[in-house]
């Protein structure tokens, strides 16, 4: 090998350089000989070709491999002095070993440009998680999914807060409740965060719960409000005292459920065609109604001086006089007292959405007592009117006034297991508002409540014993009246007493029986 001169030398070091540089994948290799300048002899310069020894090579060659679409690696096989450079290892790129296909994030160039890999082009901008869900306006549905669980919560928070100020639900049911709530609100949150059917589902049903629970809220401000009216506008505040310490729920107690011969206004002074005694345990849940004929010839304490007098005479002095009336006679305390109306008794009885009353005898209520109604023996279904006509009727009974104590007697049973029936908690709230109007009682808001938490609480129903007073019909003058004697009945002795016994009992915790 001829001696290479420093120039020639340079040059091929140059060469060795741009090969190493050129080597790296993704280039496309260059042919073993470099261009270079010499001058001439003329002192001119002329370019010509020479290989890494600095011998010359044909210009011509060059010429057709510039031609040629690739630029061959053959050339390299004519000079065996560069062995070192073995430019066959460049086939170790399809070796079996060394696989570029599995590699990530490279893809394999087409074989036309060259051999190597080159790396797939990202952005820069890394996605959002809010990106992954489709926004409607400015909000996104995962917003969305926030907006309904919070009112779903709040919604939830309102309900109980107004269960609780109510107070008229068992704390064990309240309880339950929340727990239930609680999970309907998780219930909700893990279908927000799922698909997107669940999601639609869960909005769904999020807005449904909260428009219910916001309906039963609602509901519950107005039953507060409906027994706030029922207890104010006492007529007997001096009642309100031993009102006061009764336990409603514990102790026995009697309640004067006083039925005043008017429509429409509650607080008129009239005569109370209707004198039922509802004594009650809550303990036995029983109930014992005893019902006074309207005409029983009793003395009035404080008014008629001892002389006897209609019992109805008594309702035109204030309701406390009726009940004073009443606990003379059978030596019982009367703390409570409930007054109703034609009216009310209307209104209750059609939203309990009618009653079935049981009847003794079959007979004709006349136009007098406000409606026409054919009553059969047993079981009759009575709205509003035709319940009221039921009650006043008297002309049409062979027994007059006592028949008619007992058909008010199957009225008010028939209500009282109407209402107190497991269906009914839905007409409830309807129930009260409808009756507040019409309805007054000296008991205070927190007893009603407790009274609807003892029902709640003991869904099992009531034992109820219905009895009435007798006695005879006669023609007597009466302290109320100077016109001359009236129509009356005289009580019977020995029916009092056993009325008397009756009430002890049930206040006694005893089972009794009609």
Known sequence: MSKMSRQDRQAYEQALKRRKKQSSPGKRQ?????????????????????????????????????????TGYDTYDRYSGYDDYDYDDYDDYDDDDYDYEERPGRTRMPEDLGFGYRREKSSSKRRRPEDSYPVSGKRSRKQNGKLILLIQLIATALFLASAVYLGMIPWLYLGAAAIVLLILVLLVYRMQNGFRKKRFLGALLGLLISAVLLVAAFY?????????????????????????????????????????????DITQQSRSDVN?????????????????????????????????????HAGTYGIATSMATLEELYDVDIPFYVRVNFTSLIEM???????DV????AF??????????????????????????????????????????????????????????????????????????NTETNMSTSQLQELVRVQLAGMNGWDVVSVAAEGTSSTEYCYSYSGGPLSVIVPDDSSVASIQEKINAVEAGETVSE
């Open 358 to 361: 049981e009847s003794d005898i």
């Open 364 to 437: 004709t209520t006349g136009e007098e007592s406000g409606l026409v109604v054919e009553v059969k023996e047993g079981t009759n279904h009575f709205n509003g009117q035709e319940a009221l006509a039921f009650c006043r009727e008297r002309h049409a009974l062979a027994e007059g006034d006592n028949q008619r104590g007992k058909n008010q007697q199957a009225v008010i049973e028939a209500m009282l297991k109407k209402a107190m029936s497991p269906s009914i908690l839905i007409k409830g709230p309807r129930l009260i508002d409808q009756v507040s109007g």
């Open 349 to 355: 009885v059609d939203t309990l959405g009618g009653i």
């Open 276 to 312: 039922i005694i509802a004594t009650v345990n809550p303990k036995t849940k029983q109930i014992l109604l005893v019902t006074t004929p309207r005409d029983y010839y009793v003395p009035i304490p404080g008014v008629s001086e001892g002389y006897p007098d209609k019992l109805t």
């Open 30 to 70: 260059r042919t073993a000989y470099s261009r270079t300048s010499k001058s001439s002899t003329a002192g001119r310069s002329r370019s010509r070709y020479t290989d890494y020894d600095g011998n010359e090579i044909d210009e011509s060659y060059i010429n057709n491999r510039r031609n040629s679409r690739y």
């Open 220 to 264: 519950m401000f107005e039953v507060r409000s409906a027994l706030n009216d029922i207890t104010d506008g006492n007529e007997a505040p001096e009642l309100s005292e031993a009102a006061a310490g009764v336990n409603v729920s514990e102790d026995p107690f009697s309640v004067y459920i006083s039925g005043i011969d008017v429509y429409g």
